[in-house]
């Protein structure tokens, strides 16, 4: 995955990573990622089924969904059904100028956390402690709850568990490699979206979508584009 994101960086074209938005103007799909890359949660813990992850992405301006489907990739890459070079595949619109039909990430996690601007010397922001404390306090009752019903499910887990163990122990002639395979472990299977073939299907070779070219066109027959041809001529007549 980490090699995956190394390929998302510079100014590209984004449209097979992402939901295209022409109904409502936007026609060019050249945005620049300036760092994208996997990280853990805790440095210590990477190797458990429940060690946590996450993309952290930078950039000057993102699409309609370009991070949930850059996300829905990575996590095929993740999943070992898909190579990293898939997504130079993605992002070569010349070579792959429709974009192929597949589940973009859960948006639960999505998380805008940062923001940067312009600030001339001498400006600083300005917080208010009252105010801050009030932000903390709240986070804090949420950390709370949600780690209540972690350490809940947690329990009930390692029970479950515990007994489906005890059912493979029972399979005497099952080798460890079947014994390894029939582990339970989708934790991150809620992560995409939409129905999960039982076959699975590389994504160059799936159907695909309409290009942008033929998206275009189907909105101007619609007249919800303006084409930008006839706006030119109107101008110079007048």
Excluded at 23 to 34: A, H, Q, S
Aim: charged content about 30%.
């Amino acid at each position: 995955m980490k090699e995956a994101c190394s390929y998302l960086t510079g100014s590209n074209d984004y449209r097979n990573l992402c939901k295209m938005d022409v109904g409502n103007g936007v026609v060019e799909f050249v945005r620049e990622i300036i760092s994208a890359d996997i990280l853990p949660v805790n440095p210590s813990d990477v190797d458990s089924a429940t060690s946590m992850f996450y993309l952290q992405i930078e950039g000057n301006a993102f699409l309609w969904h370009q991070i949930r489907c850059i996300m829905g990739v990575l996590l095929l890459v993740g999943q070992g059904k898909e190579t990293p070079g898939v997504i130079r595949e993605l992002l070569d619109v010349e070579k792959n100028p429709r974009k192929p039909q597949y589940n973009m990430a859960l948006d639960l996690p999505l998380n805008l956390f940062h923001c940067s601007y312009d600030i001339t010397e001498g400006q600083s922001w300005r917080c208010s402690k009252q105010g801050l404390a009030e932000v903390l306090g709240h986070l804090q009752s949420e950390w709370t709850m949600h780690s209540i019903k972690t350490t809940m499910i947690k329990e009930v887990i390692n029970e479950i568990e515990s007994l489906y163990s005890k059912c493979e122990s029972e399979t005497a002639n099952t080798d460890s490699q079947e014994r390894e395979e029939d582990r339970v472990i989708t934790y991150a299977d809620c992560l995409l979206q939409g129905v999960r073939a039982k076959v699975y299907k590389p994504l160059l070779k799936r159907d695909t979508c309409s290009s942008l070219e033929e998206r275009i066109e189907h909105y101007k027959k619609r007249r919800k584009l303006a084409d930008p041809n006839k706006e030119a001529e109107e101008k110079m007549e007048l």
